[in-house]
């Protein structure tokens, strides 16, 4: 928190009070005052009111209308959203149930934005076996190649650059997605289509999770999750 810098980075108690403190307005909720956190939690009135002030200060809480008690603000909001993001609408959850009622293998829906990758619906019965959020990581997933795809402008290619990866199978293809196989988990690959607004901007994405010789030859399901993708369109732009 900038607004602490005072404190010293060398005080990690004034950091965890600060802490404690926000812990006890979430615990609370909305309109607890700086006598109650005060007093639950056996600080003294000054100190209480100082941290209080600085959480203000950085956003990470705010004050009610009536000035007296406190809000858990902005800036938790976010971290809240990061870790957990809200659910898809129902009409959106509609279409990839039925889709994997249809298809066998995870499917996942997941969100593009300027941050990455999220993935917003993830298959219960097959959880993604990878985060996305770092820029190596997109790499190493259908989901993620068809986004660097699309920041790079490239309509089809293969990553062989990285020693690291030798080996390793992930194209976009020019007929419109992207498959991936693993060189660390043999046998297991992954499938993304691409869910564009009506400019045709890359906003979603669908992607199965199979076997690879599944994705490798994917058109007993190609149509079905295309045929999701559109459904999905309007729902996501």
Known sequence: MTGAAHLGARQPKAIQSALTVLEEVARCGSGVTAREISDSLGLPKATAYR???LLVQDEYLVRMPDLRGFALGRKVVELARLVA???PPEAVREVVDRLRSRIRGGIHLVRYDSDGVRVIDPDPDYPPSVSVRSARALET???????LAERRGAESWVLG??????????????DGYAYFSSPWAPGNGCLAIPIRNREGTLVAGLCLS????????????????RMGARELAPLLA
């Open 51 to 53: 941290l209080l002030n």
């Open 161 to 174: 650059e990285d020693p690291d990866l030798a080996g390793q199978l992930a194209t976009v293809r020019t």
């Open 210 to 225: 199979a076997p690879a010789a599944r994705i490798g030859d994917p058109a007993e399901f190609l149509a079905l999750l």
């Open 85 to 87: 993001p809200a659910q």
């Open 141 to 147: 997933s259908a989901m993620g190649r068809l986004l």
